[in-house]
C-alpha cells in the first residue's frame, strides 16, 4: 500500500497565485495581517497558560519574548502555516469578483439602452 503526500497545487506546478486585481491583492494583505494577529494572540494565550516565572523571568525578558512572539507570528502569518488567509480569501474574493461584477453590469445597461432608443 503506497500513500501520496498532501501538497498544495500552486507549490507543486511551481507557480505562485497571483492576484487578479489590485482589490484582491490588499485583501490577500489584509487576510496576512489578520492570520498574523491572530496567531500573535494564539502564541500570548499559550505563554500565560504556562506553569508560573521562570528564574530568569524580568519584564526585560517578556519584552524580547513579546517581539519574537510577533516576529514568530507573522513569519507564520507569511508562510500561510495555519491557512486562515487563505480561507479568508477564497470566501472574501468570491464576494469581491461578485461586487465587481454587479458594478460592471449596471454600466452597461445604460449604453444598451441609449442604442435601442437612438434606432
Given amino acids: ?7 498544495n497545487t500552486s507549490a507543486a506546478t511551481g507557480a505562485a497565485p497571483s492576484p487578479a486585481s489590485p482589490d ?5 494583505k489584509a487576510a496576512q495581517s489578520f492570520e498574523a494577529v491572530f496567531v500573535r494572540q494564539l502564541i500570548g494565550s499559550m505563554r500565560s497558560a504556562s506553569d508560573g516565572d521562570g528564574l530568569f ?11 519574537a512572539d510577533a516576529k514568530t507570528a507573522d513569519a507564520m502569518a507569511q508562510k500561510g502555516a495555519l491557512h486562515i488567509a487563505d480561507m479568508l480569501v477564497k470566501q472574501y474574493g468570491a464576494r469581491l469578483a461578485g461586487s465587481a461584477a454587479a458594478t460592471i453590469a ?9 442604442k435601442a432608443a437612438a434606432q
Avoid at 500500500?1 to 501538497?7: A, G, L, V
Avoid at 449596471?106 to 441609449?114: E, F, L
Fill in 57 to 67: 523571568d524580568s519584564e526585560a525578558s517578556k519584552q524580547f519574548q513579546d517581539m
Fill in 106 to 114: 449596471p454600466a452597461a445597461q445604460p449604453a444598451a439602452d441609449t
Fill in 24 to 28: 484582491q491583492a490588499k485583501l490577500k
Fill in 1 to 7: 500500500m503506497t500513500t501520496s503526500p498532501i501538497t
